[in-house]
């Protein structure tokens, strides 16, 4: 196979050496043809076998192919507990899942079952939490338009507390509060003006922004002033989130020199830094990784002068390395002097971010893991959409053939929960993969599933 690169994303690297999109894209283009994989971006459990085919938590791929079928997610179950873990050693009741990297009832459950609480957003979050056993008082909400609906809900659950976003909702807990029902204490997002340096649809923390009391603005002082006078609301604490995929210490480091004199004036016993933490997805990006991260926040903090107990909420650093999603595929197809299409059984519908935000993933193939990928293609799904790409620069080994295995490493998180029904396209299964064992947590959705729901 042979062409041409086309159009990618160029990588840079800021003034601590961390690679970084030039232009302002969520994550930087895959390594060089020619090298093999990295091994690094491969859950923890990885091993190659004797025929050289790749296995995680002691089962091989392209078994689990065959037995589920494509596409098809797999989760390293040992990968996702030592990060929980790693996060309650760093900051034990302060770690909290945020789900909306990936949830079901079978990651709710290991969550809590690891010491973490859990940070819901939605109405379905909270049920989908409930339901496998997550107690309220594990549970923290979020949301910048919550409805009564959804903080009745949470009220009702006895969640441990509500990160409340707007005035509005100082007055929606009144409100429930003046009904009788005792509200969550409550922790109040604040916009700091720091500029995390990541794409512009996952930034939150600068003062153009949907989320949060704005800092500079004032409205973080009357927020705090509007909770404290507010009938049957407690006000514990505070909050910021300056973005997602976050390489750079120095933001945070910014953000909680920006909250510290705000922090230290209220006197709040809580400060939840939020989550943000930037994962490798392709080669040449390094991670600071959850230990490194909590120690440059705890410096931070100590550096400034603030005492209150400390939370964060990592998402996409528990769950993204932990898994790869399996393709087959189904054309190659060869446009002399432009580019090679690799064209799979999955598509936008099951990883909507690189067309959400330029995304960049590496490619291989589980029957040859370490095999030098020499070819460049470009890897799309089977949706009608020119847009409709995985991988825009991937590199695969020249015996590429119709009918391969493919993978995608790094796609346990904003994969399986951004997921879709476009052109009616049956959801793929989950599964989970332990010492040789692996079980089905979610499983593929069903033709009979895409008309339940209609009259």
């Given at each position: ?106 990651m709710a459950e290991l969550v809590h079952s690891e010491g973490m609480r859990l940070d819901v957003a939605t109405l379905g979050e909270l049920h989908v939490a409930r339901h496998a056993g997550v107690p309220g008082h594990r549970m923290i909400m979020h949301g910048n338009n919550k409805s009564m609906v959804e ?305």
């Amino acid at each position: 196979m042979s062409g041409s690169d086309g159009p990618g994303t160029s990588d840079t690297s800021d003034a601590s050496g961390t690679p970084s999109a030039a232009d302002g894209s969520e994550a930087s283009s895959p390594g060089p043809s020619g090298s093999a994989l990295p091994f690094h971006l491969l859950p923890e459990t990885a091993a190659v076998d004797g025929d050289g085919q790749l296995t995680i938590g002691g089962c091989n791929l392209l078994d689990l192919a065959a037995e589920f079928g494509t596409p098809l997610f797999v989760y390293d179950e040992t990968h996702l507990r030592n990060r929980c873990r790693e996060a309650v050693a760093a900051f034990g009741d302060g770690a909290t899942y945020a789900t909306k990297a990936f949830l079901c009832t079978a990651m709710a459950e290991l969550v809590h079952s690891e010491g973490m609480r859990l940070d819901v957003a939605t109405l379905g979050e909270l049920h989908v939490a409930r339901h496998a056993g997550v107690p309220g008082h594990r549970m923290i909400m979020h949301g910048n338009n919550k409805s009564m609906v959804e903080l009745r809900a949470a009220a009702e659950a006895g969640l441990h507390r509500i990160v409340v976003d707007c005035f509005e909702e100082i007055d929606r807990l009144a409100a429930l509060a003046a009904e009788g029902l005792k509200v969550p204490s409550i922790l109040l997002r604040v916009t700091p003006g720091v500029e995390a340096h990541t794409h512009e649809f996952i930034r939150t923390g600068q003062d153009d922004s949907k989320f949060g009391f704005g800092l500079r603005s004032g409205d973080a002082r009357r927020a705090v002033e509007w909770a404290n006078e507010a009938a049957g609301v407690e006000l514990v604490g505070l909050h910021c989130h300056i973005g997602s995929q976050v390489f750079r210490a120095e933001s945070f480091f910014e953000a909680v020199e920006v909250m510290a004199p705000f922090v230290n004036e209220c006197g709040l016993p809580e400060l939840s830094l939020g989550g943000g933490l930037g994962v490798a997805y392709v080669e040449g990006e390094e991670s600071l990784g959850i230990a490194a991260w909590s120690a440059a926040i705890r410096k931070a903090a100590v550096t400034h002068g603030i005492t209150a107990e400390l939370g964060i909420e990592p998402g996409r650093a528990i769950a993204a390395a932990a898994a790869v999603t399996l393709y087959e595929v189904g054309v190659i197809k060869k446009i002399p002097g432009i580019r090679t299409y690799v064209a799979v059984d999955g598509g936008m519908s099951d990883n909507p971010r690189p067309v959400l935000y330029g995304s960049g993933y590496e490619t291989f193939l589980p029957r040859a893991v370490a095999a030098e990928r020499s070819e460049r293609v470009r890897v799309v799904g089977k949706h009608c959409e020119s847009g409709d790409l995985l991988v825009a620069e991937g590199s695969v080994p020249a015996d590429l053939v119709v009918g391969d295995i493919l993978a995608t490493p790094v796609t346990g998180a904003y994969g399986h929960s951004m997921g879709s029904n476009y052109q009616k396209v049956l959801r793929p299964p989950v599964v989970f993969v332990a010492d040789g064992q692996v079980r089905q947590v979610v499983r593929r959705e069903t033709l009979d599933d895409l008309v339940a729901r209609d009259g």
